[in-house]
C-alpha cells in the first residue's frame, strides 16, 4: 500500500468505503433520503445506485423513524445496515429507536441479539442553519452506552473508520461534517503540513484485494502534531481549529500536541495521559455544549488520572452555551473557533 | 378539481356561477390579493439574487409557483385565526401581513429582522400577525398545530388554526400522530397540504402510499377532505372559505364545530427544493407546463376578462409590488447586525447569568405601538 498527499475528498472517502464494504459483504445496504436517484444530498452516494441498484441503494421517504428502526430490525435479522441521516439533527425525531432500540438490545436480549448497523451523516454546524439544524450529537448520544462512536476529521480516518464501523457487531453512531466533505479537492487547506502523509487514504488498486485492507481501528487516537508545550484534546471537525491554533501559537513559541480521538465511544485515555504527563497543559475542544459535554468527560478523567502531572486546571473549548443562531457572525463566534482554543491555550500555559 | 397529482380535470374550467365567496370579493379586495402575490414572486426573485450575492445565507426554500395558496387559504381566515407551517414561509410570512422589510431582514442575519437575524430564512415568526412560524423539521409544525388548535378549544374560542404542510411531511410520525389527536379530540385545524408533488428529489407517487387518492389518508382519521387546485387563488379561496366556516366552532360553544380537515392543495414549486438543488429528477418540459398554469398570470386574465382590471392597472401593481421589495432589500442591506452579546439573549424569559433577557423584534415593538394607537393587525402596504 502506498501513501500519497493527493488532492482527495472527505466525501469521496465515505463513498470508497462503503462501496468496498458493499462488494465485499452482501449483506450491506445503504437506505436514507435521496441516497439514491438524487445521488446523495450532499453527494456522497454519488453513483452507488448505478453500482448496486436499488436493492442495496435504497430512496426512504422522510421517515426518520420508521428507516432506521427498520435498519435496527434488519440488523437484528442478520443485514448489516447503513443508515444515513441527511442530518444528525434529523436522527432527534427517530431517537426512540437510535439510543433505546440499538444500543440496548444485547442487553436487554441477555447476549442474543447484537445490532450490527451503522447510523452516519452530517454532524454540527453546517453554516448559517438555525438552531433545529445545526446540532452536534457527540455529547447527547456518547452518554449511552452500547454504542460506539466514530467522528474522523480527514477523508484518510473518514474512510478507514467507516470501513470499521461496517464491519463493527454493534451499533455505530458515525458522525460526519458537512463543512469537511469538500475540503481538499482543489487546494483548499489542508493542513498538509500537520497532515502529511495522513490526509489521503491510501490509492485504491483496482486489482488488488489488499484495499480491504485498510481499516483504521476503534480506540486509537492519533497525534496528528506532537509538541512539548500543551496538549490539545479533540475530534472531528475542530481538530481544524486546533490545528490552526496549533500553526498560530507555534510563532509564539508555544509548542502544542494536538490529539485526534477519533473515536469517543471506546475513549483512548491513555494516549491523552501520556500526552499530559509530557506537557503537564491540557485543553479540551469539542463542538457541542458545554454542560455534561465529551469534553467535560475527558478533562474528568484526565483530573481522574494524572492530577499530579498538571501544572494548571484543564480549559474546555465547547460551543456556546446557547442555540446556534442564523446569523452569520454570531454563528462563528458561538463555534469553539481557533480563537478561542487560541486563549485557552494561552490561559492555561500561562502565557497571557 | 384536480387529482391528486394535479391534472386537470375539465371541472376547474367551468364559468362562474356567482355563487362561490370569491364571487362575492370586491375588484379592490382581488386587486389586493393579486398584488400580495406578485409581492411574494417579485421577493423571492430578490432573495435568490441575494443569496447568490451571499447576503443571504443557510437553507433558503423559494415560494414561487405556490402563491395562490397562501395569499388563498389566508385570504379566508380572520386576521385573529393563527396560521403555522414549514420551513419554505417567506409567502406565507407575507400573506400573513409581515412587512417585506423584516422578512428580507432577517434573511440578511439583521438584528432588524423579523427574530433579530436570529432564525433566518427558515424561522418566520410574527406574533402581532398571528404567525407561530416557519418550522425546519419536517413534519414537527403539525403537533404543533394541533396545540394551538388544542388551546383555542380549551379557552372556548371561535378561532380555527391554520397548519401547512409539504407532501413530504405526509411520511414523517409526528404528522400521523397529529391528524390522530385532532381527529379524536374534533380540534378546529385545517392541515393544508401544500402539494407541490416532490420532496426534495422524490415525487410524491415514490414516497407516499396512495399519492394517487389522498383522501384516504384523512379517511384513515375519520376526518374531512378536501381538494382544490393550488395554481387558482380563487379556487384555493372558495375551498378554504368552505372548509373553514365548517371547522369554525361557536365562541364558548367549542363542539359546535365539524372537526378538523385535510385539504390537499395540488400546487408546484418552480425552482428547486433549496437554492443548491441541480433539478435532476424532472425535466426542464415539466416544469415549464406548470409555468403555463401561473397563478399570477391566471388571476390577472380572469380580472381583465371579467374586465375588473385594466393591463394597466396591472402593471401599476407590479411595479408597486417590485418598489416594496427594493425598499426591503435596502431596509436590509443598511440595517446593522446583531451585537455578538446577542448570542446570549432569547434564551431564556427569565435568565440567569450569563444569560440575559433580550428586546423584542422592532417589527413587534412596532406592531404594538400601532395597536395602543387603535390600528393594531393592520396590514401594511
Ligand atoms: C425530519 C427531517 N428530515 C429531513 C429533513 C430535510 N428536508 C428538508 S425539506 C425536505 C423535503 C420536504 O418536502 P415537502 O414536505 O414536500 O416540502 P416542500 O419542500 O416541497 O415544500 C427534506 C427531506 C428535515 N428538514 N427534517
Ligand atoms: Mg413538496
Redesign the pocket.
Same mark, same amino acid.
Request: charged share 20%.
Given at each position: 500500500m502506498t501513501t500519497t498527499d493527493r488532492k482527495y475528498q472527505y466525501r469521496e472517502a465515505l463513498r470508497e468505503a462503503m462501496i468496498e464494504e458493499m462488494h465485499r459483504d452482501e449483506r450491506v445496504f445503504l437506505m436514507g433520503?435521496e441516497v439514491a436517484y438524487y445521488n446523495g444530498a450532499y453527494k456522497v452516494s454519488q453513483g452507488m445506485l448505478d453500482t448496486f441498484g436499488p436493492r442495496r441503494v435504497i430512496d426512504t421517504p422522510?421517515s426518520?423513524t420508521g428507516f432506521s428502526g427498520l435498519g435496527i430490525g434488519a440488523a437484528m435479522y442478520g443485514l448489516r445496515p447503513i443508515i444515513e441521516f441527511?442530518s444528525w439533527s434529523?436522527c432527534l425525531?427517530a431517537a426512540d429507536q437510535i439510543i433505546n432500540n440499538a444500543p440496548k438490545m444485547l442487553y436487554m436480549s441477555g447476549g442474543q441479539f447484537g445490532v450490527p448497523i451503522v447510523f452516519r451523516g452530517n454532524n454540527g454546524a453546517g453554516g448559517q442553519l438555525g438552531s433545529t439544524h445545526s446540532w452536534c450529537v457527540e455529547s447527547l448520544w456518547a452518554h449511552v452506552p452500547g454504542l460506539k462512536m466514530a467522528l474522523p476529521a480527514t477523508p484518510r480516518d473518514a474512510k478507514g473508520l467507516l470501513k470499521t464501523a461496517i464491519r463493527d457487531p454493534d451499533p455505530v453512531f458515525f458522525l460526519e461534517s458537512e463543512r469537511i466533505l469538500g475540503i481538499g479537492a482543489h487546494g483548499d487547506k489542508d493542513f498538509s503540513r500537520y497532515l502529511h502523509g495522513k490526509w489521503a487514504p491510501p490509492e485504491v488498486d483496482e486489482d488488488s484485494d489488499e484495499n480491504e485492507d485498510f481499516l483504521v481501528p476503534f480506540g486509537q487516537a492519533d497525534i496528528v502534531k506532537s509538541g512539548a508545550d500543551c496538549t490539545i484534546v479533540t475530534a472531528g471537525r475542530p481538530l481544524h481549529f486546533a490545528l490552526e491554533a496549533a500553526e498560530q501559537l507555534e510563532k509564539e513559541d508555544i509548542d502544542c500536541e494536538v490529539i485526534d480521538l477519533r473515536t469517543y465511544r471506546p475513549l483512548d485515555l491513555q494516549t491523552v495521559l501520556q500526552s499530559v504527563r509530557k506537557t503537564n497543559y491540557c485543553v479540551v475542544v469539542d463542538q457541542s455544549w458545554p454542560f455534561a459535554s465529551v469534553a467535560a468527560e475527558v478533562a474528568m478523567q484526565v483530573y481522574e488520572h494524572a492530577m499530579d502531572d498538571l501544572d494548571n486546571k484543564v480549559i474546555r473549548v465547547n460551543s456556546d452555551d446557547v442555540p446556534a443562531p442564523y446569523n452569520r457572525r454570531l454563528e462563528q463566534e458561538m463555534l469553539p473557533n481557533t480563537r478561542k482554543i487560541i486563549e485557552a491555550v494561552r490561559t492555561v500555559t500561562y502565557n497571557t | 378539481m384536480t387529482t391528486a397529482t394535479g391534472k386537470k380535470s375539465s371541472s376547474s374550467s367551468q364559468p362562474r356561477d356567482g355563487g362561490r365567496p370569491s364571487d362575492q370579493l370586491d375588484d379592490q379586495r382581488l386587486l389586493e390579493l393579486l398584488y400580495d402575490m406578485m409581492l411574494i414572486r417579485r421577493f423571492e426573485e430578490r432573495t435568490m439574487q441575494s443569496y447568490m450575492q451571499q447576503k443571504i445565507g443557510g437553507f433558503c426554500?423559494i415560494y414561487t409557483g405556490q402563491e395562490a395558496v397562501a395569499v388563498g387559504s389566508i385570504a379566508a381566515l380572520r386576521p385573529d385565526d393563527p396560521v403555522i407551517t414549514? #420551513?419554505?414561509d417567506h409567502g406565507h410570512a407575507l400573506a400573513r401581513g409581515m412587512h417585506p422589510r423584516y422578512c428580507m431582514a432577517e434573511m440578511f442575519g439583521k438584528i432588524t429582522g423579523c427574530a433579530k437575524g436570529k432564525g433566518g430564512s427558515m424561522h418566520m415568526f410574527d406574533r402581532p400577525n398571528e404567525m407561530y412560524g416557519g418550522h425546519?423539521?419536517?413534519?414537527g409544525q403539525c403537533p404543533l398545530g394541533v396545540g394551538i388548535a388544542f388551546a383555542i378549544q380549551y379557552q372556548k374560542l371561535d378561532r380555527v388554526c391554520l397548519c401547512y404542510?409539504?407532501?413530504?411531511?405526509l411520511n414523517?410520525g409526528a404528522f400521523h400522530e397529529a391528524m390522530n389527536l385532532a381527529a379524536i379530540w374534533k380540534l378546529p385545524i385545517v392541515f393544508a397540504l401544500?402539494n407541490?408533488m #416532490?420532496?426534495?428529489g422524490t415525487h410524491i407517487e415514490r414516497g407516499t402510499s396512495a399519492a394517487h387518492d389522498l383522501s384516504v389518508k384523512a379517511a384513515a382519521y375519520d376526518m374531512r377532505y378536501a381538494e382544490c387546485d393550488g395554481m387558482d387563488m380563487c379556487e384555493v379561496y372558495d375551498c378554504f372559505v368552505d372548509q373553514v366556516a365548517r371547522t369554525r366552532p361557536d365562541e364558548g360553544d367549542p363542539d359546535n364545530s365539524e372537526g378538523p380537515v385535510l385539504i390537499n392543495v395540488v400546487t408546484y414549486?418552480y425552482q428547486g427544493?433549496s437554492m443548491s438543488d441541480p433539478q435532476k429528477y424532472r425535466t426542464r418540459e415539466e416544469v415549464g407546463e406548470k409555468q403555463n398554469e401561473d397563478p399570477i398570470t391566471t388571476l390577472s386574465r380572469q380580472l381583465m376578462d371579467q374586465q375588473r382590471a385594466t393591463q394597466e392597472q396591472l402593471n401599476e401593481l407590479d411595479a408597486e409590488a417590485k418598489k416594496a421589495v427594493l425598499e426591503a432589500v435596502k431596509f436590509a442591506g443598511d440595517s446593522p447586525e446583531p451585537e455578538l452579546d446577542e448570542l446570549y439573549t432569547d434564551v431564556y424569559l427569565e435568565p440567569y447569568p450569563p444569560y440575559r433577557k433580550g428586546d423584542l423584534p422592532q417589527m413587534v415593538e412596532e406592531a404594538e405601538d400601532r395597536a395602543r394607537d387603535g390600528d393594531g393587525r393592520q396590514k401594511q402596504d
Open positions: 433520503e422522510i426518520e441527511m434529523f425525531v | 426554500h414549514a #420551513y419554505r425546519a423539521i419536517v413534519g404542510l409539504g407532501d413530504g411531511a414523517q401544500e407541490n #416532490y420532496s426534495m414549486r427544493h
